[in-house]
């Protein structure tokens, strides 16, 4: 029985490549996409890919940002290019560049169900009060995605309870009956069933979950409740990085799991020989074969951030009490290509961590905000700070996490500011200024709660 593979990449080449090789077999097909920010490396592999296997697709590269509506717009993508290729497949897996499989394609151990979905998803009203409160936050704001970067909250926003009954949390690493890929391209296309997952947090939680599982009430779709893929958490590998231990595969195989996550940067000894034994190329023959085909130079996008970094700090030059940081990509982790900060030299003891956030990854669209440390124990409720409200931050940016971004109702763009195509930088000069007034007005706003 035929699978289809869609292998989400973004980074590393190498993963890439021993993942191909692992599952690879004729009759299969594979749909892959990288991010708009991968390596040239990882770029050329995917193209050589797509031309030296009639069975590999690759997808135009669209910016990813973690958490965003991208990722699902892209699944949505790869479901609609599988079911039009005339391939014969029978289950849908979403897969990253971090799996391993944990059996040989041959092995008995992948005769699926036909016509079954695999999702571990929760219905969210009954959750532990927790774990609700962590989903429904989710949709407690109008969220808007700053391309490759995250998203950020807007405004609030309302939920019914209808709304609600229907929402399910779960693994975005779904595996999905042909059939159910169909429920989930027509309803996913209808705007009114969309909007509020587009304009939520985390939706590769959510979306595919919930219209998954409610068709599956419907008598419309069958769906086990497992993952095929056994997720290494740090309580289970012991590393924060979740970076999957010999152990861990040991478990998920005894649990019937057929992949696991995320692999380690160099694979051990004996579980490279146990992927190896999988594959039908070695690292050789596949170069080899790679070798004999011919695909444009990659493009890649240039974002020389130096004149932007030095324009805004020339902007800042006049102005004294601040100091002005740049975070580089290129030493830490999780910081978009554009990351500056501007903190005040003296904040108040309510207002600790206090700075203005400029962030941008392709250089035309920024978010500027004001964020601060949260309060001890506020959980995922917005806190008052000076008259203001201040909400969390759901964005995977070095220093940003679960920060507080303070809100500012009378900024209509919400510090959202996207350039002309001819890059004047007025408006994000404008915005930058703005803010900061809007800053030290909440310095100068004391002895309000």
């Known amino acids: 029985m035929a699978n289809c593979y869609f292998i989400s990449c973004h980074r590393d080449r190498d993963h890439v490549s021993d993942l191909f090789r692992f599952l690879y077999r004729p009759g299969h097909l594979y749909i892959l996409h990288h991010d708009e920010k991968a390596p040239p490396l990882l770029r050329d592999l995917i193209s050589r890919l797509a031309v030296a296997f009639p069975n590999v697709m690759a997808l135009p590269a669209h910016l990813h940002s973690w958490g965003g509506y991208s990722l699902v717009a892209t699944a949505l993508r790869a479901m609609e290019a599988a079911l039009k290729s005339g391939h014969s497949w029978e289950h849908f897996f979403w897969l990253s560049e971090q799996h391993l499989p944990l059996f040989s394609q041959d092995s008995p151990g992948w005769g699926l169900e036909v016509g079954t979905s695999y999702c571990d ?22 969220f808007r995605e700053l391309p490759g970067v995250g998203c950020f909250g807007e405004q609030p926003a309302t939920m019914d309870g209808g709304f609600m009954a229907c929402l399910w949390h779960g693994g975005n690493w779904l595996v999905l009956a042909r059939a159910a890929c169909e429920i989930l391209c027509a309803q996913a296309a209808d705007p009114v069933i969309a909007a509020p997952f587009v304009a939520s947090a985390l939706p590769d939680e959510t979306f595919l979950q919930s219209l998954l599982m409610t068709a599956a009430g419907r008598g419309e779709a069958r769906v086990l409740g497992q993952s095929p893929t056994y997720v290494a958490w740090p309580h289970l590998c012991g590393n924060a990085d979740m970076l999957c231990t010999p152990e861990n595969v040991h478990v998920a195989r005894e649990q019937g799991r057929l992949f696991i996550r995320k692999r380690p940067l160099e694979l051990p000894l004996k579980m490279r020989g146990e992927m190896e034994a999988m594959a039908v190329l070695d690292a050789a023959a596949l170069e080899a074969r790679l070798s004999t085909v011919e695909v444009p130079e990659p493009e890649i996008p240039i974002r020389d951030v130096q004149p ?25 982790g999780n910081v978009p290509a554009f990351y500056m900060t501007i903190t005040p030299d003296h904040a108040p003891e309510d207002l600790r961590g206090l700075r203005l956030c400029l962030l941008s990854e392709d250089l035309r669209n920024f978010k500027v905000l004001i964020a601060i440390h949260p309060p001890e124990g506020a959980g995922w409720a917005p806190v008052t700070v000076r008259g203001r409200h201040a909400y969390p931050l759901r964005v995977r940016v070095y220093d940003l996490f679960l920060e507080r971004e303070v809100v500012i109702a009378d900024e209509t763009d919400g510090g959202f500011v996207t350039l002309a195509a001819n890059g004047d930088l007025t408006p994000l000069d404008q915005t930058i200024h703005r803010y900061l007034g809007h800053m030290e007005a909440l310095v100068a706003a004391a002895g309000q709660a």
């Open 308 to 332: 932007l970094v030095q324009h805004v700090a020339a902007g800042m030059a006049g102005l004294e009490g601040y100091t002005v940081r740049v975070f580089d990509p290129a030493v830490l």
């Open 121 to 142: 998803a929760i219905a969210v009203e009954p959750m532990y009060a927790e774990g609700r409160a962590d989903v429904l936050h989710r949709f407690s704001m109008d």
